[in-house]
């Protein structure tokens, strides 16, 4: 069966940096799109950040443009997010999720599969 795994999050200080990784297994890592979302208490989940199949196309929320960096390995099925200059709103629960097409899309239903979330909390 699909299995998305996130591991690194943790707790950093403002202005400090994060890596944020998801392995995949049981898919075709390399033909799909893969996404960041981020869930904060009492609010949506929100894209973060989204990458084509290839990895050469990426989408960024306003928020974080310029500070975070989606990338993904397809020989490791591995797809990662670099957090810079974190702030406190950045605080959340990070997911990663696969879609079972090739682009990049930015709504949580356009996800067919997502892993268990990981912690990230930016202290002031």
């Known amino acids: 069966q699909v299995e998305l795994v996130e591991s690194g999050g943790g707790l950093v200080q403002a202005g400090g940096s994060l890596r944020v990784s998801c392995s995949a297994s049981?898919?075709?890592?390399?033909?799909?799109?893969m996404g960041w979302f981020r869930q904060a208490p009492g609010k949506e989940r929100d894209i973060v950040a989204a990458?084509?199949?290839?990895?050469?196309?990426?989408y960024y929320a306003d928020s974080v443009k310029g500070r975070f960096t989606i990338s993904r390995d397809n020989a490791k099925n591995t797809v990662y997010l670099q957090m810079n200059s974190l702030k406190p709103e950045d605080t959340g629960v990070y997911y990663c999720?696969?879609?079972?097409?090739?682009?990049?899309?930015?709504?949580?239903?356009?996800?067919?599969?997502w892993g268990q979330g990981t912690q990230v909390t930016v202290s002031s």
């Open positions: 999720a696969c879609t079972l097409k090739s682009g990049y899309y930015t709504q949580v239903y356009s996800y067919d599969y």
């Open positions: 049981g898919l075709t890592f390399s033909s799909y799109g």
């Open positions: 990458i084509n199949w290839s990895g050469r196309v990426t």
